[in-house]
Structure formats: C-alpha cells, structure tokens
C-alpha cells in the first residue's frame, strides 16, 4: 500500500532508462565524404568490451545478486488487513419516503469494509515485524502470509505516525521464522546497489534492482520526522513496509512512498534508513510508543538574507526564532536568534536534521549545542524533555524575503478589538498587528499577511505603532522583523 505523493512530482520530470551492458555505436560516413577522402588501408577496429550487468557480477567472491536474495527473501512478508469505516447511506430522493432509503429503509450511516495490502520485514525468530504505520494504521484484523505461502494472524504492538513506523507480531504457534539482518544505512553512498523487495499489487514476492539516488531526504511531507533514502529500484503499491536491501544482505531501509503522476514507479522511491527505524522500532516493541526528545523552540532554516541581516559568517546552521517560557531550551539559557550549528558532534544546517537530531536524541538526555550568539560562538548544554504531542508538527516555520520596504503596511495597536478581528491568541503579549497591507507591496511579496504581530524591529522589540514607525524609518538596506503568526514566531528580512 504504498502512497503516491504526485503532486510533488515536476511537469518536466524525465524517466530514466535501464543500461543493460555496453552498447557501441559506429557513425557511418556518407558515400560522399568516403569519395574524396585519400585512400589507405582500413585501421582495425578495436573489439568493443562488454561491460557486465550488475545483476550478473559476483559480490566479494562467490556471493552474487542471487544468492543475496535468495537468503533474503523468507524474512520479507506480505501483509493484508481488513478495517471497517462507517460512511452515510446516499440520498435517492425519487425513492420517496418508502424507498429503501426511508424511514424503514435505514438512511442513517453504514459500516463498509475496507482491505489493504502492503510488506513488512520480520526482525526477530519469535514473529516480530517492522513495517509502515500506514499498512496497519486502524487495522481491526491482520493477516501476514511467508515466502513459503504460510498464513498467520497479527496484532499491532505499536504505532509511530510521526515517522510512519509500525512494528506486528505474528502468532507463530510455536513456529521461529527467519530474521533479517541490519545494517548500518549512514554507510550507504551515492551510487551503491540496493535491491527493494516487497509485494507489489499483491503478485506476490518481487525483487527490483536500482541505486541509491540520494540520502536524507526531507520536507517531502510524507510524515514529521523524514530523513529518506531516495532509489531509483522499482516500487509500486504494495511495496510500503517492504526491504530495501545492501548488496550484503542487511536491511538499510523500510521502503515508504514514492514520486508518481501515475501512481506506479516513475523512478523516485523512498525509504525510512534504518539509522533512523531501529531505535524506534526498539521503543515500538519494549514500551508500544516512541519518546523523543523536546527543546521546546521554534525554528527556520538560515538563508543568505537571514545571514546577512543577523551578520552571520554564512547562511549555515538552524535560527531559533522563538524559546518557550519554562521549556527545556529556556532553562538552559536558550536565547532567541541563536543559531545552532552543532548537535552534540553532528553538523545541522537544515529545520529537518536539527529536528531529528533532538528527536532522536530521547526524552530526558541531555545534548551539548555548538551556538553562534551575537556572531560569538557558545556551548549550551540542554537535559531535553519529552515532546508533547501538540507539538509534532510546530517544530519549524519559514520566513520569506524577496526584496522591497514596508511602505504599504498599516499596523495597529494589540488590543481588544484587533485581537478579535484577527483572533490573535492571548498569549501573544505585546506587539503591533499589520492592520492593512496592499497585496502589490513589496511588502506582501515578502511574505507578511495581515493580522501578523510585529514583535521586533532590527532585534529591538516593539510595542507601539510609532515606536514602530521610528525603527522602521532608521533602517537602511533591510529590515529584520520578527513576526508573530498563528502562535509561531518567525524571522522575516525584507530589504529595501
């Protein structure tokens, strides 16, 4: 059951093509051309060389693709399952009153089953199995059937949406099954094999071939927390929940969603690492839920306007544009405009490494920021709290700058009346709201909205409209503001 995210694919996009072996190709010259050339005698050509197929190349030795599979396959499971939904009968009002949908007929909702079909990938001898949240998601029975055509029930131990997650267990009945072996996917390179197996369209057990085509994919909007290996090897519904294998035999993936107009494989597949599905999968079996870690910020990626205006050496590591009172990242001192470049020894240049960075890290652990404040580097030392659930999704904003002034803003005072005009939430203290904004503005272009709330100008907070107007008026080249919307804070830069 794996999920088309079409809307994601460009108009332009291009298929590849599969390179079976070298090809030559000679030019011929025209009778013409060979007429008034001098004669000599004809070089001989050198033999062309045959480059091998993947497939048929042996890996370290005697092992080939085949043999890889082979060993593989009885621990990649098909699974189907059954839910029921409750939907409203249709209105047929020629019926009348004594049609079958009248009183006597039952017009109210009805209970319809629905049937899905995707893999999973068996992780322990006793009937484990890792697949997609999504598969079993609301699941009132659960059927998984082997490579060797054996049939068992399931039930979910738990569920992760927020990484689309989920780990079954067979009853075995006594039965051990085959595990699968786990490797690392943080070694996987641009360009290794890898080979997806799974149950595409309920055919029953397929294996595919491609490359990884890329790593840490994320923002895709498949799910919270997103940190995708992107491979070229075919995946099609049914595919959710399967392997996406190394060339040794180890799973490095659970395979998740793909890039299609169609719906089928057009070349752009992803998966979960398994960096990233292991420790969740542990959580999922011992205790039926995850427990990340919480900072309690809000935050945005540093593009070169950010940079510029908070004169940072480069437009690196992730902005924290807001700290919330008595969270994790406030009691360790936390400030906002701070920009984290480190997690503990990892690098964090992106909204989505630094959420997963923090998420992954576990409810209270304790992580050392590397912090540029004020262009001077600082060391904070953070004992996380657990996330709430309110906050999955409020984890990061984006601010936008194209250029222009704030001519064509309007702002008014935070008070009563703005406040319900724009239903600004009373834990917003203080500000000024943007009352009016021409839509041709620059401003506008820049990504301001009405009923934003204005909470700083160039670093220094505002609370009036002509404190407001004064710091607008000493600004020169571009105006760094920090905007309240909806309960989030964001950094906008909007030049002149």
């Given at each position: 059951?794996?999920?088309p995210?079409?809307?994601?694919?460009?108009s332009?996009?291009?298929?590849?093509?599969?390179?079976?072996?070298?090809?030559?190709?000679?030019?011929?010259?025209?009778?013409?051309?060979?007429?008034?050339?001098?004669?000599?005698?004809?070089?001989?050509?050198?033999?062309?060389?045959?480059?091998?197929h993947?497939?048929?190349?042996?890996?370290?030795?005697?092992?080939s693709?085949?043999?890889?599979?082979?060993?593989?396959?009885?621990?990649?499971?098909?699974i189907?399952?059954?839910?029921?939904?409750?939907?409203?009968?249709?209105?047929?009002?020629?019926?009348?009153?004594?049609?079958?949908?009248?009183?006597?007929?039952?017009?109210g909702?009805?209970?319809?089953?629905?049937?899905?079909l995707?893999?999973?990938?068996?992780?322990?001898k006793?009937?484990?199995?890792?697949?997609?949240?999504h598969?079993?998601?609301?699941?009132?029975?659960?059927?998984?059937?082997?490579?060797?055509?054996?049939?068992?029930?399931?039930?979910?131990?738990g569920?992760?949406?927020?990484?689309?997650?989920a780990?079954?267990k067979?009853?075995?009945?006594?039965?051990?099954?085959?595990p699968?072996?786990?490797?690392?996917?943080?070694?996987?390179?641009?360009?290794?094999?890898?080979?997806?197996?799974?149950?595409?369209?309920?055919?029953?057990?397929?294996?595919?071939?491609?490359?990884?085509?890329?790593?840490?994919?994320?923002?895709?909007?498949?799910?919270?927390?997103?940190d995708?290996?992107?491979?070229?090897?075919?995946?099609?519904?049914?595919?959710?929940?399967?392997?996406?294998?190394?060339t040794?035999?180890?799973l490095?993936?659970?395979?998740?969603?793909?890039?299609?107009?169609?719906?089928?494989?057009?070349?752009?597949?992803?998966?979960?690492?398994?960096?990233?599905?292991?420790p969740?999968?542990?959580?999922?079996?011992?205790?039926?839920?995850v427990?990340?870690?919480?900072?309690?910020?809000?935050?945005?990626?540093?593009?070169?306007?950010?940079?510029?205006?908070?004169k940072?050496?480069?437009?690196?590591?992730?902005?924290?544009?807001?700290?919330?009172a008595?969270?994790?990242?406030?009691?360790?001192?936390?400030?906002?405009?701070?920009?984290?470049?480190?997690?503990?020894?990892?690098?964090?240049?992106?909204?989505?490494?630094?959420r997963?960075?923090?998420?992954?890290?576990?409810?209270?652990?304790?992580?050392?920021?590397?912090?540029l404040?004020?262009?001077?580097?600082?060391?904070?030392?953070?004992?996380?709290?657990?996330?709430?659930?309110?906050?999955?999704r409020?984890?990061?904003?984006s601010?936008?700058?194209?250029?222009?002034?704030?001519?064509?803003v309007?702002?008014?005072?935070?008070?009563?009346?703005?406040?319900?005009e724009?239903?600004?939430?009373?834990?917003?203290?203080?500000?000024v709201?943007?009352?009016?904004l021409?839509?041709?503005?620059?401003?506008?272009?820049?990504?301001?909205?009405?009923?934003?709330?204005?909470?700083?100008?160039?670093?220094t907070?505002?609370?009036t409209?002509?404190?407001f107007?004064e710091?607008y008026?000493?600004?020169?080249?571009?105006?760094?503001?920090?905007?309240?919307?909806?309960g989030?804070?964001?950094?906008?830069?909007?030049?002149?």
């Open positions: 059951m794996i999920r995210i079409s809307r994601l694919v460009p332009w996009l291009v298929l590849g093509s599969l390179a079976l072996g070298g090809v030559g190709c000679a030019k011929a010259q025209s009778p013409q051309l060979r007429a008034e050339l001098p004669t000599a005698p004809a070089a001989e050509a050198p033999p062309l060389a045959v480059l091998p993947p497939a048929l190349t042996k890996l370290g030795g005697d092992v693709i085949a043999d890889v599979t082979e060993r593989v396959l009885p621990s990649v499971v098909n189907s399952m059954t839910k029921v939904t409750r939907m409203s009968a249709p209105v047929l009002p020629f019926f009348g009153p004594f049609g079958p949908f009248g009183p006597e007929g039952g017009g909702p009805r209970e319809q089953q629905e049937h899905g995707g893999s999973g990938v068996v992780v322990s006793d009937g484990y199995v890792l697949t997609n949240n598969v079993v998601s609301e699941a009132q029975e659960i059927k998984v059937t082997l490579s060797d055509r054996r049939e068992f029930p399931a039930k979910v131990i569920t992760d949406p927020k990484s689309d997650l780990v079954i067979i009853d075995t009945r006594g039965s051990e099954l085959t699968i072996a786990f490797g690392d996917s943080s070694r996987l390179r641009l360009g290794d094999v890898v080979l997806a197996i799974g149950d595409p369209f309920g055919v029953g057990q397929t294996v595919t071939m491609g490359i990884v085509s890329a790593k840490g994919r994320a923002d895709v909007g498949i799910a919270t927390y997103e995708f290996i992107q491979t070229d090897a075919a995946i099609n519904p049914g595919n959710s929940g399967g392997a996406l294998i190394n040794d035999g180890e490095v993936g659970i395979n998740t969603a793909i890039l299609s107009r169609s719906g089928g494989y057009q070349g752009i597949g992803f998966a979960i690492p398994t960096k990233m599905a292991l969740i999968m542990n959580s999922l079996k011992t205790d039926g839920k427990s990340r870690g919480w900072l309690g910020v809000a935050i945005q990626d540093v593009d070169p306007q950010i940079a510029e205006a908070l940072l050496p480069s437009a690196s590591g992730v902005l924290l544009s807001d700290v919330r008595g969270g994790p990242a406030a009691s360790a001192g936390l400030k906002r405009g701070d920009v984290v470049l480190k997690v503990d020894a990892a690098t964090v240049n992106t909204t989505g490494e630094f997963n960075a923090i998420a992954d890290a576990g409810a209270r652990h304790k992580v050392t920021l590397q912090v404040r004020d262009s001077n580097p600082v060391s904070v030392d953070v004992q996380l709290g657990e996330q709430p659930d309110r906050d999955a409020q984890a990061s904003s601010g936008a700058a194209h250029g222009g002034a704030l001519d064509g309007v702002v008014s005072d935070l008070n009563a009346e703005s406040r319900r724009f239903e600004i939430d009373n834990d917003v203290r203080d500000g709201v943007i009352a009016r021409d839509p041709n503005s620059t401003a506008a272009r820049a990504g301001l909205r009405p009923g934003d709330v204005i909470v700083e100008v160039n670093r907070h505002v609370d409209p002509q404190r107007q710091l008026v000493k600004s020169k080249n571009s105006v760094l503001l920090l905007v309240n919307r909806q989030n804070n964001i950094y906008v830069v909007v030049k002149s």
